[in-house]
Structures are given as C-alpha cells and as structure tokens.
C-alpha cells in the first residue's frame, strides 16, 4: 500500500494548508501576493513619477532653463545696467565648475573621468578657448541687439558647422544637406534686413558666437576621438570651466577693470544684484545639467528639434516680456531660417540611412 502523502512532505507544497503541522513539520510563513491597488502604490511610492511624465517635467526644465538664461542675461545687461559680459561669463563658468564638482563627485549623476594625459588636457585647453569666445561673443550681443535677433542668427549654426567640417575634415555632404542650408541663410539675411533695432557691431559679435559653437562642436569631434579620451559632457564641463574662467580671468581685468571690487560697492547699495548674478549663474549651469538629462532620456535627436522649437519660444517670450518692435518681414524670415533648419536635420537623417 501506498503511504499517504502530506502536504507537508512534498516539494511545491504549502504546509499553511496541513492543519496537523507540528514542530517536527517547519511551517513556512509566506506572505500573501498583494492586490493590484498594492502593487500600483508600491510602484508609485518606489518610482515617485512615472516615465513619461518625468520626460515632460525634464523637457519642461530645459526650456525654462535654456530660455531663463537668456532672459536673464538679456535684462542684465541692456536694462539692469550691468554692462559686462566677460565678467558675468566668467561667473557663469565658476558657477558651472562649482555645481559640476558637486554633482560628479558627491551627488554622483555620472562616473568622474580623468584626464589620462598631457595632450588630452591640451586637447581640452583648446576646446575651453573656443567655449570662451563662442559664450563672451554670444552675451555681448545681448548688450546691443534683441533676444528674437539672437536667436534667429543662432538658428544658423548648421550652416556654419557644414563649413567647419568642410575646411577642417574635408567632410563632403550630399547635395540635399548644401540644398536645405540655403534657406537657412536666405532667412537670416531677411529678418536681418528688417529688424528695426538692428545693431552692425551686436550682429557681428552674435555671428561670431554662433561659428565659435559650431566650430566648438567639430573640434570637440576631432580632437576626443579615441575610446580612452571620450568624455561625458558633465565630465568635459567638469575640466573646461575652470580653464575658461582662467582664460577670462586676464581679459575681464584688462577690458572691463576691477568688476569685482565695482560689483561688491554696488551691492551694498542695491542687493538684489546678488540675487540676480548668483541666480543667472545657478541658471546657466542648470542649462547644462538639463542638456544632459534631456539626451539621457530621450536622444540626441530629439535635443536637437527642441533647439529649433526654443529659439522660436525664445523670441516670443523675449518680444512679450522686453517689448522690442518685430516686423512682419523679419518674423518670415525668422520662420525661413527655422524651416530651413528642420529641412537640414531631415536632410543629415537621410544621408546617413544612405551612408550605411
């Protein structure tokens, strides 16, 4: 005869369910599965915010910040009175190098990277040259021309990166790429033409910001190549802001004098240009930091259309805050320059799915 079995006695068996269990059979006390609403809270209490609202709130935080700045140093220095640019760039790069270390080393966003040599410490030296010219250029022409014309001419970067690559990688783009610049440039020269605060000097100053970033872009590209002297973007701000603040060190005192000492005398009689320089500064960091989560948690692509949509938002906020004068002709060549942009971006997509 066959001996009974218990629950008890058999692998995948439930001893809760032998009312006989005693101490010579060790009772396993399972917990109960939780309930859908238990688990749905869990879940909500573990992640706090769900997936897609994060992306919204992180896309959100890029805009106010990336337009933030903007503002900010546009009121700074055309309507505050400050009226130095190399300075307040200066702060904006300590400000940078100040959050980044916090940031790396103790709240730990990403891993720290070293610089492993000589040549790659060179190698960011010069990019940090660059960063100094495109950001000095970009904050004096918010002295003389309006945040809407700043922003169309910096529409242009495209144009100016397909040069860069050209004379410096002899990179060839496809007809289409060269096609779709064009209106690019022909927008820029139209709200150019009709913008009734048009300043020759701040246009200049604004064109020489926005080649300095392309260029910035296609050097970094060349420059950190190897595996071993890539760099996260919170890692390469890490080691580049300081060096920039060094490099402008020099020119602020010889260009603009002693700002430290004219800065501290007039926030003993007017102390809300702390607030404003320690905000703008926190600002200009947080436009980094919001770059990288963008990228992070959607894509490098998807940061690039933002950049298109936030120059237009830009001008919009700009004209409805500083009320500066627009002309119907200098918002179509505006939009011209925007469409042309979108036509780029589409273009490089297709050339490379061709590429490959």
């Not at 400000?95 to 070293?114: D, K, M, T």
Request: glycine share 6%; proline share 4%; hydrophobic share 50%.
């Amino acid at each position: 005869m066959v001996e009974a079995q218990t629950w008890t006695t058999r692998r995948m068996s439930n001893p809760r369910l032998d009312p006989t269990a005693t101490s010579d059979h060790q009772v396993l006390d399972i917990p109960a599965t939780p309930t859908g609403d238990v688990r749905n809270s869990i879940y909500t209490v573990g992640s706090r915010l769900s997936p897609n609202l994060l992306t919204a709130l992180i896309v959100a935080s890029w805009f106010m910040s990336n337009i933030g700045v903007l503002l900010l140093n546009k009121y700074l220095l055309s309507f505050y009175g400050y009226r130095y640019p190399i300075f307040l760039t200066m702060l904006h790069m300590i400000s940078c190098a100040s959050y980044s270390y916090v940031a790396i080393n103790f709240l730990e966003i990403v891993p720290r990277q070293h610089i492993v040599s000589r040549k790659q410490l060179f190698k960011i030296f010069a990019l940090s040259a660059i960063f100094c010219f495109s950001v000095v250029c970009g904050n004096t022409s918010l002295r003389y021309i309006p945040v809407s014309f700043n922003q169309a001419i910096g529409a242009t970067t495209p144009f100016f990166t397909a040069i860069f690559a050209f004379l410096i990688t002899c990179k060839k783009e496809s007809a289409e790429v060269y096609c779709a610049l064009l209106p690019v440039v022909f927008g820029i020269v139209l709200a150019s033409n009709s913008e009734p605060l048009f300043n020759l000097f701040g246009f200049l100053v604004c064109v020489g910001s926005t080649a300095g970033r392309a260029l910035k872009s296609v050097v970094q590209g060349i420059l950190l190549t190897s595996e071993a002297e890539k760099l996260h973007s919170l890692n390469l701000l890490l080691y580049m802001a300081p060096m920039a603040a060094m490099i402008l060190l020099p020119f602020t005192l010889y260009i603009e004098g002693n700002i430290a000492s004219i800065t501290i005398e007039k926030a003993r009689t007017d102390a809300f240009i702390v607030y404003l320089l320690v905000g703008n500064a926190t600002v200009a960091y947080l436009v980094n930091l919001a770059n990288f989560l963008v990228t992070k948690h959607t894509s490098a692509l998807t940061l690039q259309v933002l950049g298109n949509g936030k120059a237009a938002v830009a001008a919009f906020v700009s004209v409805m805050i500083f009320r500066n004068p627009v002309t119907m002709m200098g918002m179509a060549g505006f939009g011209v320059t925007i469409m042309g942009v979108v036509l780029y971006s589409e273009a490089k997509k297709r050339s490379k799915v061709t590429t490959h």
